[in-house]
């Protein structure tokens, strides 16, 4: 089992920074691949960016390419998501996930590949 708990949400201006962090807990942090996903109101959770075992390789949708950075800490068990340049269609509901799958060497973009999420967090970015 792995627990996790998301924070750092919160509201914004167009063009701010915030910055999120997830605390995991249940089992050995760095034997699982992390990522983010968001999910605004009406549309499909997506894939924002993921972060391998080891931190060696992390990947990013374009979306949010060049703006954010994804990063982890395995001494301290937790993942962060540093978003800058933020625009209004970042508006969601932000979650962690962690990918418990054995030897994983890639990061996965389907929501379907990740076993255990945390609670979301609000961001909201104001025009």
């Known amino acids: 089992q792995v627990q996790l708990v998301e924070s750092g949400g919160g509201l914004v201006q167009a063009g701010g920074s915030l910055r999120l962090s997830c605390a995991a807990s249940?089992?050995?942090?760095?034997?699982?691949?992390m990522a983010w996903f968001r999910q605004a109101p009406g549309k499909e959770r997506e894939f924002v960016a993921g972060?391998?075992?080891?931190?060696?390789?992390?990947a990013y949708a374009d979306s949010v390419k060049g703006r954010f950075t994804i990063s982890r800490d395995n001494a301290k068990n937790t993942v962060s998501l540093q978003m800058n340049s933020l625009k209004p269609e970042d508006t969601a509901v932000h979650y962690c996930?962690?990918?418990?799958?054995?030897?994983?060497?890639?990061?996965?973009?389907?929501?379907?590949?990740?076993?255990?999420w945390g609670q979301g967090t609000q961001v909201t970015v104001s025009s």
């Open positions: 996930a962690a990918d418990v799958a054995p030897l994983r060497t890639v990061v996965r973009r389907s929501p379907q590949e990740y076993d255990y």
């Open positions: 249940g089992r050995t942090f760095s034997s699982y691949a």
């Open positions: 972060i391998s075992r080891s931190g060696g390789a992390m």
